[in-house]
């Protein structure tokens, strides 16, 4: 029976002859800094299943208290100062040491971005909350200019520039993918010798599609997650430990 030491020497291995290495991160890297995730034993839907409908983007549209109560948690959420953990300080490290080409995120935190990891590698697939974009004529802003409006008293702000409903510019569901942005994705997931899948129950799509390629071109998948995914048996490893002991051990011995 192979060790966790056996287990991470090999995928070391893999990964200091891989000439092309990506990885896609989820929830789970995150739930070390303080952020729960969605499904697991402590997800948000898993304590509040009702909360799944409403995050969808036609319940958002549909609703003025949805706004204002989506509103209230971004305004209260930004006085929180959350940090990057040892997961996402080993991602951008594995970057550093030159073994990381393409992080793909689903994550709406910053906090890759934050660890260190570079723009250029960073592909975050469902946007991310530091800007607010208008649903009806695309204008951008970062989010703390519409954070001052509530602040000021505003409960649910409209474009200054066509009066549109204002969201942050992240991928609710329901909402299409930023084509141009998963095509990125896809690609990197077609180009690597080693696909990394962190903390991600591979549950959303079309993100959970991007191990498939992976494989389909012929990568080692490594999955690194508490809990089983739908991949698990396709994987080549399959890692269970903590996100930031895991990698921590790993990037180590790259
Ligand atoms: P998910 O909640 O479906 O799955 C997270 C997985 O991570 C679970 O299987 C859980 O067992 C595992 N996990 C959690 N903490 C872990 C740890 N410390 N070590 C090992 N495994 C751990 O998340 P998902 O697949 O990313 O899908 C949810 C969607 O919601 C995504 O779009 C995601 O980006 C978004 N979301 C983002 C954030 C964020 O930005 N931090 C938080 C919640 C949800």
Redesign the pocket.
Known sequence: MQTETDELAAVAEWLEHADQITALT???V???SG??????PN??WTKDPAAQRRATIQHYMASKQARVDAWRMRSEHSSRTVGPNAGHVALAELERKGKLHTLIT????SLHQKAGSSAGALIEI?GALRDVVCLGCGERRPMETALERVRAGEDDPSCTVCGGVLKSATISFGQPLDPEILEGAQAASSACDVFLAI??????FP?AYLPQRALQAGARLVI????P?RFDGRAHTVLRG???HTLTSLVALV
């Open positions: 989820g929830a789970g995150s739930t070390e952020i729960p995730d969605f499904r697991g997800g948000s689903q994550n709406i935190d469902h903390g991600t129950s591979l549950s959303v993100a690194v997650n508490a809990e995914t903590t996100i930031g």
